[in-house]
């Protein structure tokens, strides 16, 4: 079965100070991957989506950057974070090759980041 | 753009009674509606989804409606439990490519109180 592992799972980090944010899926080949950010009591805001190796895609200006260096890992990174950058940042995958035919997409358990 | 909208934002309910939200989505092209609830401080999770050929969908107490014409669906519970309480999102699928995109509603709180 497929699983997914996000790292770590609470981050204390000064402003100013850069990010690394790792997610790996297990079980499966060529996944879509999604970076989301929540804000406390907030809805779901989608990052960054990849459908293959180095293939990403940003839906939101911002100081994050995306990497996607193997099949089934999923990196999200910053040079120097900012107050506005705290959240619970989720990563997601779905299955590939689906052409226009929906499909689910499965949460890891999410990084709760605090900026101080 | 695209969006979906989700109402209503917070719902209360006794514990027994039934809950229902309802979300509009804008993309002709979507063909996929998942839902998923997320409880205090965890990830979303996969309650229950269905395909635009499919009008309704049930599992147990939960069951999704779907009207393509008028471009909305809807998350019934029925009997609710206090351990029901949690955020409930909808989601459409983008209809274009081969993203696997999904874009979500803003979310509704559901309190079950007992």
């Known amino acids: 079965s497929q699983t997914i592992h996000q790292w770590p799972a609470t981050l204390v980090q000064p402003v100013g100070s850069p990010l690394s944010l790792e997610c790996t899926v297990e079980g499966t080949s060529n996944p879509n991957l999604y970076w989301y950010r929540q804000a406390a009591g907030r809805g779901l805001q989608l990052l960054f989506y990849?459908?293959?190796?180095?293939?990403i895609s940003s839906e939101v200006p911002q100081n994050l950057s995306a990497s996607r260096p193997q099949d089934r890992q999923f990196i999200l990174s910053s040079k120097k974070l900012l107050l506005s950058d705290s959240g619970f940042y989720l990563c997601?995958?779905?299955?590939?090759?689906?052409?226009?035919?929906?499909?689910?997409?499965?949460f890891g358990d999410g990084t709760r980041l605090s900026i101080l | 753009g695209e969006n979906v909208e989700q109402h209503p934002s917070t719902l209360s309910v006794q514990e027994g009674d039934s809950a229902v939200i309802k979300c509009t989505y804008s993309?002709?092209?979507?063909?996929?509606f998942p839902w998923y609830k997320q409880e205090l401080g965890k990830r979303p999770q996969l309650i229950i989804d269905?395909?635009?050929?499919?009008g309704e969908k049930k599992d147990q107490r939960i069951a999704v409606t779907l009207n393509k014409t008028a471009k909305h669906f809807s998350l019934h519970i029925t009997e609710t439990q206090p351990e029901d309480s949690a955020v409930y999102f909808c989601a459409a699928s983008m209809g274009s490519g081969n993203t696997g995109k999904l874009i979500f509603g803003q979310g509704t709180t559901l309190q079950v109180k007992p």
């Open positions: 990849s459908v293959g190796i180095g293939q």
């Open positions: 269905i395909r635009s050929n499919v």
């Open positions: 997601a995958w779905s299955g590939g090759f689906t052409g226009a035919r929906g499909q689910p997409q499965h």
């Open positions: 993309d002709s092209a979507s063909n996929y």
